[in-house]
Structure formats: C-alpha cells, structure tokens
C-alpha cells in the first residue's frame, strides 16, 4: 500500500474517538496522519463543510476522494475498503455480525456513558455526585459484560482468537478510566479486579501497532496533566 496517498483524521487534542480510527488505520498498515483543531474551530466552517456534526472524527481520503464522519463509519468504510485480505474483520456470516454487535456496543454503550462521565467530573461547573456516580456504575457495568464475555468464552479477542477492528474502537475511552497514569475518571475504580478484561486490554497493547498509537494518546495525556499541574502550582 506504499503507493497510497496519506490518509487525513482530524482531530481535536487528546479526543478518544479519532484514535479508534487511529488503532484501524495502524493496523491496516496504512498512511495517515492527525490533522488536529481547536475545539472552537470544530464548530464553525470551513470544518463543517466536511463535518457537519462539529465533532471529530472525520477522515478524508484521497484516494478515494470521499469524505466520512462519525467513528464507527469510517471504521466500516476503512475495512470495507482496505481490509482485503480479512485481517481485521471475519467473512463467514456468525463471526462478523458478532463483530458488528460488538462495535455498535462501543459505540452506543460505552462512548457516551464514559464520555458523560468525563464531563461531569472534569468539565461541569457544579459537581453532580448522582451524575457521577450514574456514570461510574456504568463503567463497571461495561468493563463487566467485557469480562464476563472473555470468561465464559474462553477467547484472546471479543470474537474468537482473531484481533477485530471492534477490539481496537474499544481501547481509548478503557485507557481514561481507572487507576493508570493519564486516566482522569472513575479513578476510585481498580480495574485490575476484571482479570479477563485486563489481560485481553494487555494483549491488545501488545500489538505493535496499538502500542505506536497508544503511546501517542499517552503523551498528548501526560503533556496535558502536566500543563495542568504546573499551573496549579503557580
């Protein structure tokens, strides 16, 4: 694929979702690259054009000369159009709907519940402890169907013993929980108790490409909690 034109994701920051697609595009063993914005610029043209949710992920290909939004679509179109040789997704019917069962639940099940949490312990003016609390139960409650799921299967990956694109959407937001270096909610929670769950984040991790990408989300989270402390300090 050297011949290939460099794949664009815009991004903003430390954002986890443009890194799901970052996981996808390391893997595939594609060229890519961030294109990061502020956040004010996400809601105003010219990213609009291209976005025109104000958010990001949002890839552009020239290869193609499409243009895709939302996380969970780009990692579709990315298989669909990359991923010939089956590497990060199953052909045969029960195997790859299991897959996409296991992406729609990242996408609807634990985005936005590890995303509101986030908010409310980082970002709201006022602290909500029901809020909090809400949302840390769901982190639980997720890290929990993941566990429970490897334990009765007996499986490395969420759909047999083969790495899937949904194993890799799930990586960033895991990284921000916990008791890690750069996560910064639910940090009361030891997640270290789901032991199916920790060794399958450590197999991911493994991976030579999830470990490139991942380092890049760590240093962008290390450079911005030691920014903030710092100015606490001052």
Known sequence: MSSLQTLIV???GPSPNPYKVAF???ELG???KFESLPMPDLKKEPYTNLNPNGRVPTLVDPNTGLTIWESGAIVD???EEYDKDAKLHYTTPKEKNLTRSWQYFQVSGQG???GQLGWFENHHTEKLPSAIERYTNEVRRVIGVIDGHLAKNGTDFLVGAKVTYADLM???YFKSVGKGKITLMAKDVDTAQWV???AWLKRLHDRPAVAKVAKMYEDIWEQIIAAKAAENSG
Do not use: A, G, K, Q
């Open 10 to 12: 815009y991004s903003s």
């Open 24 to 26: 996808v595009l390391e």
């Open 30 to 32: 594609l060229p890519w």
């Open 77 to 79: 179109y990315l298989v």
């Open 112 to 114: 936005p519940y590890f």
């Open 170 to 172: 799930f990586i960033p």
């Open 196 to 198: 199916h769950y920790t």
